[in-house]
């Protein structure tokens, strides 16, 4: 029986992948739908919602990617997070306080 092969977080990172459209759950790479206009102004009115509520309490984040090891990275709409350096690397599930697809 052919089974598919499940990536893992690390091998994910290091693919040739487009900058966006594909996620990792559980091991599995997904094309994700395109955002349509009425998704992207949503979007927009929550992201400002979630910058005036919890400015230089929480780091708001529009399409930004965290992680979940050893297997999984999402791009969710909007996450909120700890009030972090995450430069050098992606968020964790511990410094993230909401996530918004």
Do not use: N
């Not at 091991?27 to 400002?48: C, N, T």
């Not at 919602?49 to 791009?75: K, N």
């Amino acid at each position: 029986m052919v089974r598919p092969y499940r990536f893992s977080l690390e091998e994910f990172l290091r693919l040739p992948l487009p900058e966006r459209g594909v996620e990792l759950l559980r091991g599995e790479i997904y094309q994700m739908a395109p955002i349509g206009s009425r998704h992207a102004d949503l979007v927009d009115r929550w992201a400002e919602v979630l910058l005036r509520t919890f400015s230089g309490r929480a780091r708001v984040r529009i399409q930004g990617p965290f992680a979940i090891p050893p297997d999984t990275y999402l791009e969710p709409d909007l996450l909120l997070c700890q009030l972090k350096d995450y430069r050098e690397r992606y968020p964790v599930p511990d410094e993230v306080l909401l996530a918004i697809e």
